[in-house]
């Protein structure tokens, strides 16, 4: 059974750093595409950064120049780098992973059917 743990989520002050992790276990795709979602109170669901296996990254307007997405093969692991973070980066943030094949032309779009259960992150002024 696919499972997927996201880890590194906490409180900081804006203009600091945060680093998210994500380890998919039982996950033996390949290729495959993996992403981060987050998800602020009273918004709708916004696609962060997408990774497909063969290492090519696609970031969400919002996050560029900002974030960095990074996914170790070997150790099934998801990592998203955040920096020079905002308020309005406080989300709760998720890590999904398709059921193997690339990412589609529209990453955010998926289909992505493993969904990790979330960490919050929230940014202070």
């Known amino acids: 059974q696919v499972r997927l743990v996201e880890s590194g989520g906490g409180s900081v002050q804006a203009g600091g750093s945060l680093r998210l992790s994500c380890v998919a276990s039982?996950?033996?795709?390949?290729?495959?595409?993996m992403a981060w979602f987050r998800q602020g109170p009273g918004k709708e669901r916004e696609g962060v950064a997408g990774?497909?296996?063969?290492?090519?990254?696609t970031y969400g307007d919002s996050v560029k120049g900002r974030f960095t997405i990074s996914l170790e093969g070997a150790k099934n692991t998801l990592t998203l780098q955040m920096n020079s973070l905002k308020p309005e980066d406080s989300a709760m943030y998720y890590c999904a992973a398709n059921a193997g094949g690339s990412c589609s032309d529209r990453v955010f779009d998926g289909p992505f059917t493993y969904w990790g259960q979330g960490t919050q992150v929230t940014v202070s002024s």
């Open positions: 990774s497909y296996s063969d290492g090519t990254n």
């Open positions: 039982q996950y033996r795709y390949s290729p495959y595409c």
